[in-house]
């Protein structure tokens, strides 16, 4: 045997690597394991192998790592996985590491659809999933495509839907802007949160019959044993909670739970393998222990946990205040910044207005004194006349005078004398209706000047009154179990552990929890408006059977916590006899 054993221990984001010696324990390599992690939450976990049979197994820590079915390769394969679910993740898990983990286990069983999460669901969680890993969303980091390699969705959901690769990324691109200020850490727990409202969510199924024969499921979790029929795995019909058990035990493939209910028969069923029941037995004590230790007061280890979890949460989110604090200070300068630049450029573009609007009055007012220049010329133009005409009036009437004393003087040229009067009377009259004219004219033209000169007082006043105008000043804007040891005997096959009920302190009645969606207004219009939006785009004959359940629970009303009041109804011996009955 090799002094040191290889061993590759993979986390759900990372590879670690040990050396052994063939004398280590399963607790001591465990030890190791977690040592590294930086895990203290260590009840919750364990390592997983598949054995010489291909079954995945869960390593047993009070037996030696070579003693044990184990594949012999080098370096032997270990898996650390979850083994045991809190009830309530936001009131159990004390350490950021552990919601981590748990967080990335969750995340891939639903994402490989080990766990059905509805078409909805899957979207806001797949926002919350970004949010843990991009932080807020910021639109000169996330541009579009950020999303492009993201595994984000079950191919399920992708499939029973009439939408592209982009349009999935834009919708939860607009469920992550909505989540801005919550920390990664929130994020994994609200994730978490919603995440263990999900039927198959924490359940470890196997394969059993009852002394009928009738194929059926038993699923172990947290709040105790339940059966679903052979088609259902989201709705259990009968339970039996972890108060009600005193015993577990199986021989062979016959496993038997004893009630602590006397007047009630010992629940049997029978598995196809040995190995399965002694699975059954494990999970069965351990979530045991860890329901009977969540109903007493926490361990002084516990007590110590949670005093520095808080102390470092609240350090983080001072940290994060200051942080978002500084940001939005810089975002208020950057904006007050923006609005100085946006008010320069307006006082630019006034300022160019401005001269724009001076240059075409100084056209206008060129124009406008040009076209007097003209009318004052054509003005003087018509005077000129006027009063040349008005000479030559006046001539002829001192002509027609001189005719008149000559016509006086020679009377006897009378007659020439008459003709050349009558044509000066004739001129006379041509020349007045002439003068008649050019007055009217120049009135005309006087009238026209006049106007003219009002225009030009107008446009002065108008030029003046501009230039005066003072510039209006800028705009301001203001600126977000404790059990019995057993021993293997390979003999009988055969093994049994008491499941003591201690005095419990504070029991909580997980009969009466409601779901997240219940709870959170938020959240359940969330999930409303998503539903609505993915039922116009879904192809209902993509429907998986788990859909088709799942539809019916929501028309009936059912969940996860009201399904699991109803099938707890009656004694236990009526639920054994109804098990039985199936």
């Given at each position: 045997?090799?002094?040191?054993?290889?061993?590759?221990v993979?986390t759900?984001?990372?590879?670690l690597?040990?050396?052994i010696?063939?004398?280590?324990?399963?607790?001591?390599?465990?030890?190791?394991?977690?040592?590294?992690?930086?895990?203290?939450e260590?009840w919750?976990?364990?390592?997983?192998?598949?054995?010489?049979?291909?079954?995945h197994?869960?390593l047993?820590?009070?037996k030696?790592?070579?003693?044990?079915?184990?594949?012999?390769?080098s370096p032997?394969q270990?898996?650390?996985?979850?083994?045991?679910?809190p009830?309530?993740?936001?009131e159990?898990?004390?350490?950021?590491?552990?919601q981590?983990?748990?967080f990335?286990?969750v995340?891939?069983?639903?994402?490989?659809d080990e766990?059905?999460c509805p078409?909805?669901s899957?979207v806001?969680?797949?926002?919350?999933?970004v949010q843990?890993?991009?932080g807020?969303?910021?639109?000169?980091?996330?541009?579009n495509?950020?999303?492009?390699?993201e595994?984000?969705?079950?191919?399920?959901?992708?499939d029973?839907?009439?939408?592209s690769?982009?349009?999935?990324?834009?919708?939860?691109?607009?469920?992550?802007?909505?989540?801005?200020?919550?920390?990664?850490?929130?994020?994994?727990?609200?994730?978490l949160?919603?995440?263990q409202?999900?039927?198959m969510y924490?359940?470890?199924?196997?394969e059993i019959k009852n002394r009928k024969?009738?194929?059926?499921w038993?699923?172990?979790d947290?709040?105790?044993?339940?059966?679903y029929?052979?088609?259902?795995?989201?709705t259990?019909?009968?339970?039996?909670p972890?108060s009600?058990?005193?015993?577990?035990?199986?021989s062979?493939?016959?496993?038997?739970?004893k009630?602590?209910?006397?007047?009630?028969?010992?629940?049997v069923f029978?598995a196809?393998?040995i190995?399965m029941?002694k699975?059954?037995?494990?999970?069965s004590?351990?979530?045991?222990?860890?329901?009977?230790?969540?109903?007493?007061?926490?361990?002084?280890e516990?007590?110590?946990?949670?005093?520095?979890?808080k102390?470092?949460?609240?350090?983080k989110?001072?940290?994060?205040?200051?942080l978002?604090?500084?940001?939005?200070?810089?975002?208020?300068m950057e904006?007050e910044?923006?609005?100085?630049?946006?008010?320069?450029?307006d006082?630019m573009l006034?300022?160019?207005?401005?001269?724009e609007t001076?240059?075409k009055a100084?056209r206008?007012?060129?124009?406008?004194?040009?076209?007097?220049?003209?009318?004052?010329?054509?003005?003087?133009?018509?005077e000129?006349?006027?009063?040349r005409l008005e000479?030559?009036r006046?001539?002829?009437?001192?002509?027609?005078?001189?005719?008149?004393?000559?016509?006086?003087?020679q009377?006897?040229?009378?007659?020439r004398l008459?003709a050349?009067?009558?044509?000066?009377?004739?001129?006379?009259?041509?020349?007045e209706?002439?003068?008649?004219?050019?007055?009217?004219?120049?009135?005309?033209w006087?009238s026209?000047?006049?106007v003219?000169e009002?225009?030009?007082?107008?446009t002065?006043?108008?030029?003046?009154?501009?230039?005066?105008?003072p510039?209006?000043?800028?705009?301001?804007?203001?600126?977000?179990?404790?059990h019995?040891?057993?021993e293997?005997n390979e003999?009988?096959?055969s093994?049994?552990?008491?499941?003591h009920?201690q005095?419990?302190h504070?029991?909580?009645q997980?009969e009466d929890r409601?779901t997240e969606a219940e709870?959170?207004?938020?959240?359940?219009e969330?999930?409303?408006?998503?539903s609505?939006?993915?039922?116009?785009?879904r192809?209902?004959t993509?429907k998986?059977?788990?859909?088709?359940?799942?539809?019916?629970?929501?028309?009936a009303?059912?969940?996860k916590?009201?399904?699991?009041?109803?099938?707890?109804?009656?004694?236990?011996?009526?639920?054994?006899?109804?098990f039985?009955?199936?």
């Amino acid at each position: 045997m090799p002094k040191t054993i290889n061993i590759r221990v993979t986390t759900m984001d990372a590879e670690l690597q040990f050396s052994i010696n063939p004398n280590t324990t399963g607790q001591q390599l465990y030890e190791e394991v977690v040592g590294m992690v930086g895990l203290r939450e260590v009840w919750y976990f364990g390592l997983l192998y598949t054995d010489t049979k291909g079954f995945h197994t869960w390593l047993k820590f009070n037996k030696k790592v070579t003693a044990q079915d184990i594949k012999k390769e080098s370096p032997i394969q270990f898996r650390f996985r979850a083994k045991f679910y809190p009830e309530d993740v936001a009131e159990e898990l004390i350490q950021d590491i552990t919601q981590k983990l748990f967080f990335m286990q969750v995340k891939e069983a639903i994402l490989t659809d080990e766990v059905y999460c509805p078409p909805e669901s899957a979207v806001l969680l797949a926002s919350y999933a970004v949010q843990a890993k991009f932080g807020d969303f910021d639109k000169e980091t996330h541009r579009n495509g950020y999303l492009a390699q993201e595994h984000l969705l079950p191919k399920r959901v992708l499939d029973q839907h009439k939408l592209s690769k982009e349009q999935w990324e834009q919708r939860v691109q607009t469920w992550h802007e909505e989540h801005r200020a919550i920390s990664k850490e929130d994020a994994m727990l609200e994730y978490l949160k919603i995440s263990q409202d999900l039927e198959m969510y924490g359940v470890n199924f196997f394969e059993i019959k009852n002394r009928k024969g009738t194929e059926l499921w038993l699923g172990v979790d947290a709040l105790g044993l339940n059966i679903y029929e052979k088609e259902d795995r989201l709705t259990p019909k009968i339970g039996f909670p972890w108060s009600e058990i005193r015993n577990v035990s199986f021989s062979d493939k016959k496993f038997s739970i004893k009630p602590i209910d006397k007047k009630a028969p010992d629940f049997v069923f029978y598995a196809p393998r040995i190995r399965m029941n002694k699975r059954i037995l494990a999970l069965s004590m351990g979530n045991h222990e860890l329901y009977m230790r969540r109903r007493k007061p926490d361990s002084i280890e516990v007590q110590q946990m949670k005093t520095k979890a808080k102390e470092e949460r609240l350090q983080k989110q001072l940290e994060r205040a200051q942080l978002e604090n500084e940001k939005r200070k810089r975002e208020a300068m950057e904006r007050e910044k923006e609005q100085m630049e946006r008010e320069k450029k307006d006082l630019m573009l006034r300022l160019y207005e401005f001269e724009e609007t001076t240059k075409k009055a100084e056209r206008d007012l060129q124009e406008q004194l040009e076209r007097a220049a003209c009318l004052e010329e054509e003005r003087r133009r018509v005077e000129m006349d006027a009063a040349r005409l008005e000479a030559e009036r006046q001539a002829a009437l001192l002509a027609k005078e001189e005719l008149a004393r000559q016509a006086e003087i020679q009377l006897e040229s009378h007659e020439r004398l008459a003709a050349e009067l009558a044509e000066y009377t004739a001129k006379i009259a041509l020349l007045e209706e002439a003068k008649r004219t050019q007055e009217e004219e120049a009135e005309n033209w006087q009238s026209r000047a006049r106007v003219v000169e009002e225009d030009l007082l107008k446009t002065r006043e108008e030029l003046h009154m501009v230039m005066a105008a003072p510039a209006a000043p800028p705009s301001s804007d203001s600126s977000h179990s404790s059990h019995s040891d057993h021993e293997e005997n390979e003999e009988n096959n055969s093994y049994s552990a008491e499941l003591h009920q201690q005095d419990i302190h504070d029991h909580r009645q997980e009969e009466d929890r409601i779901t997240e969606a219940e709870k959170n207004k938020r959240i359940k219009e969330q999930l409303m408006s998503l539903s609505e939006e993915l039922a116009q785009t879904r192809d209902d004959t993509r429907k998986t059977q788990n859909d088709l359940l799942h539809t019916e629970n929501v028309r009936a009303g059912r969940d996860k916590y009201k399904t699991l009041r109803q099938i707890r109804m009656g004694n236990t011996k009526q639920r054994v006899d109804e098990f039985e009955a199936l």
